[in-house]
């Protein structure tokens, strides 16, 4: 009986401790759920605006009151976009975007002009890319290089220094800075084609 006791004890305290944490994360979870999806909506909105080449301000409420004034979040044959207008004058477009890194997905935004023959801004927000070599693609001197882009003549990126590049790679992450350049070529391609039948 004194064995039985032995082994029931701990065995009842275990599920005790994993009731009364359990209870707590969930508690945790359910009471900081609202202010984890603000600060999600406002790193989405700091993203668009930045790749729109808005400033992008620190106070959360001028972050909301830019956005909120300025973009409207469109949805058109299936695809979501954004849609920068400044007194009812369309100023570009913003896309989300994504695709395969070295090491995994890699996610961002990027905005084209009106006519969608120059590149506002490109922004990664995630990706698995090696620390300090390939995750250097969120360094804002990488990101800055695509701004104002003109598409050339087959409407892609080209890393210098091939003929017409417009873009330096990052050093010892050759790999990353490939798939980069076709993920972004591929999804330039793809968005001037929604853009043409959407009549944008």
């Known amino acids: 009986m004194a064995k039985k006791k032995q082994i029931l004890y701990p065995v009842l305290f275990m599920l005790l401790v994993t009731v009364v944490y359990t209870s707590v994360l969930a508690f945790i979870n359910e009471s900081t759920a609202s202010t984890i999806k603000a600060q999600e909506e406002l790193r989405v909105k700091r993203s668009v605006l930045y790749v729109l080449d808005l400033p992008v301000s620190d106070v959360d409420s001028e972050v909301n009151a830019l956005y909120d004034g300025k973009i409207n979040e469109t949805t058109k044959d299936g695809r979501d976009y954004f849609v920068y207008a400044n007194d009812g004058t369309v100023e570009g477009y913003a896309f989300i975007?994504?695709?395969?890194?070295?090491?995994?997905?890699?996610?961002?935004?990027?905005?084209?002009?009106?006519?969608?023959?120059?590149?506002?801004?490109?922004?990664?927000?995630?990706?698995?890319?090696?620390?300090?070599?390939?995750?250097?693609?969120?360094?804002?001197?990488?990101?800055?290089?695509?701004?104002?882009?003109?598409?050339?003549?087959?409407?892609?990126?080209?890393?210098?220094?091939?003929?017409?590049?417009?873009?330096?790679?990052?050093?010892?992450?050759?790999?990353?800075?490939?798939?980069?350049?076709?993920?972004?070529?591929?999804?330039?391609?793809?968005?001037?084609?929604?853009?043409?039948?959407?009549?944008?």
């Open 97 to 200: 975007f994504s695709g395969t890194g070295l090491w995994g997905s890699i996610t961002g935004y990027i905005a084209f002009n009106p006519d969608f023959t120059k590149i506002l801004g490109i922004d990664f927000v995630s990706h698995s890319e090696t620390p300090g070599l390939g995750g250097r693609i969120d360094e804002p001197w990488f990101k800055e290089q695509f701004r104002g882009i003109t598409l050339n003549d087959d409407m892609s990126i080209i890393v210098k220094p091939a003929s017409g590049g417009n873009i330096d790679g990052i050093t010892g992450a050759s790999l990353t800075t490939d798939s980069v350049k076709k993920m972004v070529n591929t999804f330039i391609e793809e968005t001037l084609t929604f853009a043409k039948e959407a009549k944008l």
